[in-house]
């Protein structure tokens, strides 16, 4: 083989270095999943089994699966006397029984099912907007001649570099004067404020790299710049829009801090309620563990059903035409 058909010859790993790199891939996987397992083993223990020295880890070996934690993590309970109890009608259903069975009765429905739902309007709402105006923002930089664009640019990340509960207590006390505070719509601005700028930047790049050329010969054929935008840019850019989607839509699903400090009631979300779920004895770890699994559930369906784009959306632009 020549020197110059050598320099540009790809090496083949060796099977010791396959097996090298796939054994830290399975390590790594297996270190990820363990909090998750523990979570989900959890979820499905009697309290008395959440809090056993040691810890009870093998179903129907050493603890038998219940699901109290999901019936606890949906109802209120309230203790009666036994002979309250043996004086109602026989119970309805699984979770009625075993509240039953631990000197209780059902006293109504929780409030995980109202956070459940503000976090799916706050999250979904705040990344359709922060992918919406992202989207628009970064076709103009990268298409047309916009006045100290790089200055802009930096400005725009700027604002990703300051961690955003050190502008929490300004953020707090303009929200109370505006009547945002406790509101839906506040958090929705606010979480699509912080993620505007992560979109602008990601997908400034992915429509970097969409040809000219299309839209040109697109507005030839007589369509306008926003047709060409909708029917050319947009479709060549799925798979961006998808991976930054899924990247503005996590922050806005897990924030924390905003969540607890602007909301108490009517707007807050699932993430500052599932820490204080409290049962008769304190903490319920088995409801907390379920309000858990259950939230994991809507981010994990959305990347699943679009896995298929992430990785093209993430690596797109790596390689230049």
């Given at each position: 083989?020549?020197?110059?058909?050598?320099?540009?010859?790809?090496?083949e790993?060796?099977?010791?270095?396959?097996?090298?790199?796939?054994?830290?891939?399975?390590?790594?996987?297996?270190?990820?999943?363990?909090?998750?397992?523990?979570?989900?083993?959890?979820?499905?223990?009697?309290?008395?089994?959440?809090?056993?020295?040691?810890?009870k880890?093998?179903?129907?070996?050493?603890?038998?699966?219940?699901?109290?934690?999901?019936?606890?993590?949906?109802?209120?309970?309230s203790?009666?006397?036994?002979?309250?109890?043996?004086?109602?009608?026989p119970?309805?259903?699984?979770?009625?029984?075993?509240?039953?069975?631990?000197?209780?009765?059902?006293?109504?429905?929780?409030?995980?099912?109202?956070?459940?739902?503000?976090?799916?309007?706050?999250?979904?709402?705040?990344?359709f907007?922060?992918?919406?105006?992202?989207?628009?923002?970064?076709?103009?930089?990268?298409?047309?001649?916009?006045?100290?664009?790089?200055?802009?640019?930096?400005?725009?990340?700027?604002?990703?570099?300051?961690?955003?509960?050190?502008?929490?207590?300004?953020?707090?006390?303009?929200?109370?004067?505006?009547g945002l505070?406790?509101?839906?719509?506040?958090?929705?601005?606010?979480?699509?404020?912080?993620?505007?700028?992560?979109?602008?930047?990601?997908?400034?790049?992915?429509?970097?790299?969409?040809?000219?050329?299309?839209?040109?010969?697109?507005?030839?054929?007589?369509?306008?710049?926003?047709?060409?935008?909708?029917?050319?840019?947009?479709?060549?850019?799925?798979?961006?829009?998808?991976?930054?989607?899924?990247?503005?839509?996590?922050f806005?699903?897990?924030?924390?801090?905003?969540?607890?400090?602007?909301?108490?009631?009517?707007?807050?979300?699932?993430?500052?309620?599932?820490?204080?779920?409290?049962?008769?004895?304190?903490?319920?770890?088995?409801?907390?563990?379920?309000?858990?699994?259950?939230?994991?559930?809507p981010?994990?369906?959305?990347?699943?059903?679009l896995?298929?784009?992430?990785?093209?959306?993430?690596?797109?632009?790596?390689?230049?035409?």
């Open positions: 083989m020549s020197a110059a058909n050598s320099a540009h010859s790809v090496v790993p060796s099977g010791y270095a396959k097996l090298i790199a796939g054994s830290l891939v399975a390590f790594y996987a297996l270190i990820s999943l363990v909090p998750l397992v523990w979570i989900g083993l959890t979820s499905i223990k009697t309290p008395t089994d959440s809090i056993h020295y040691p810890p880890v093998i179903p129907f070996v050493e603890f038998q699966p219940s699901i109290e934690g999901y019936c606890n993590l949906f109802s209120t309970r203790r009666q006397t036994t002979e309250y109890i043996q004086s109602l009608p119970p309805q259903g699984a979770c009625e029984t075993i509240t039953r069975a631990r000197g209780m009765v059902v006293a109504g429905p929780s409030n995980y099912v109202p956070r459940y739902i503000n976090s799916l309007i706050i999250a979904f709402g705040s990344t907007l922060s992918i919406a105006l992202g989207t628009a923002a970064a076709y103009a930089f990268s298409r047309f001649k916009v006045p100290l664009k790089d200055d802009l640019m930096f400005f725009i990340l700027s604002t990703r570099m300051m961690p955003p509960i050190a502008v929490a207590i300004p953020i707090f006390l303009m929200y109370r004067e505006l505070s406790d509101t839906r719509l506040g958090m929705i601005l606010l979480y699509t404020s912080v993620n505007v700028s992560l979109a602008v930047w990601l997908l400034k790049g992915f429509i970097d790299e969409i040809p000219r050329e299309y839209e040109e010969a697109a507005m030839i054929d007589g369509y306008t710049r926003l047709q060409a935008f909708r029917k050319v840019v947009l479709p060549q850019a799925v798979t961006g829009i998808v991976a930054t989607a899924i990247f503005c839509l996590i806005a699903w897990n924030e924390y801090a905003f969540a607890v400090l602007l909301t108490s009631g009517a707007a807050q979300t699932a993430p500052p309620f599932i820490p204080i779920i409290i049962g008769e004895g304190g903490q319920d770890w088995p409801a907390v563990a379920a309000g858990t699994v259950l939230f994991l559930v981010i994990l369906i959305f990347t699943v059903l896995r298929q784009h992430l990785l093209r959306g993430i690596t797109f632009g790596a390689v230049r035409k």
